[in-house]
């Protein structure tokens, strides 16, 4: 069954970092999306992709962050100085259209 | 303004016990409401999707409902493998990407 898979599973990092969450889509999805859970609560929407832009962000997704399909595989979240209020679960997810998204494992950020 | 709200937060049942969970949702012109099963430190995995009044789907002890205001994910019998955190979302007011609720924690307990 074709799944979401994401990279690193878990990341320690100092904060002001730069660092890079990335993730390979299911292959014939077309919708990208990021979404992050801070431990204890609720999934929160970052940003979504369509046909090589951006379609739709959230407030969270300020100027530290940016997204990036850098070939017909990848999609990469970069965090560019990361604080320690960053720290929290990122999920990558892919949709066929405009319906159900499919989630990958997650990536753990730790800001120390 | 939250778009989803669920209800209860937790919910601890006996192994065989059925129950209900409830998501009320403010959106208007729903472009579908969604359930999804989220076990620890893991991604969301894709339960369900409505998308108009009186629709119903089931999957083995789960079935999900909706009316115009809410929907129920009514588990029938349940096992300790079923617990887990039980998320409802909707699309947003533009674009497609789906708002999600708190969820629900349940456990079951043999």
């Known amino acids: 069954e074709p799944e979401v898979t994401q990279t690193p599973s878990h990341q320690v990092t100092q904060m002001g970092q730069e660092v890079i969450l990335r993730c390979v889509p299911i292959?014939?999805?077309?919708?990208f999306y990021w979404y992050r859970q801070i431990l204890g609560q609720k999934v929160e929407f970052l940003v979504s992709?369509?046909?090589?832009?951006?379609?739709?962000k959230s407030e969270i997704f300020d100027d530290q962050f940016s997204v990036e399909r850098p070939d017909g595989s990848n999609f990469t979240l970069k965090i560019r100085s990361t604080k320690l209020e960053d720290s929290a679960m990122y999920f990558c997810?892919?949709?066929?259209?405009?319906?159900?998204?499919?989630f990958g494992e997650g990536s753990r950020l730790t800001v120390l | 303004e939250d778009q989803v709200t669920q209800s209860p937060e937790a919910l601890r049942l006996q192994e065989g016990e059925s129950s209900s969970l409830n998501c009320s949702y403010t959106?208007?012109?729903?472009?579908?409401l969604f359930w999804y099963r989220q076990d620890p430190g893991k991604g969301p995995e894709f339960l369900f999707t409505l998308y108009s009044a009186g629709e119903e789907k089931e999957k083995e002890r789960l079935k999900a409902t909706l009316t115009k205001k809410e929907s129920f994910l009514h588990i029938t019998a349940p096992k300790p493998e079923d617990s887990a955190t039980y998320l409802c979302?909707?699309?947003?007011?533009?674009?497609?990407?789906?708002?999600f609720g708190k969820g629900t924690s349940l456990l079951v307990t043999p």
């Open positions: 992709f369509y046909n090589n832009e951006i379609s739709e």
């Open positions: 997810a892919s949709s066929e259209d405009t319906g159900e998204l499919f």
């Open positions: 979302a909707v699309p947003g007011h533009s674009g497609y990407a789906l708002n």
């Open positions: 959106v208007s012109g729903l472009r579908g």
């Open positions: 292959s014939n999805h077309l919708y």
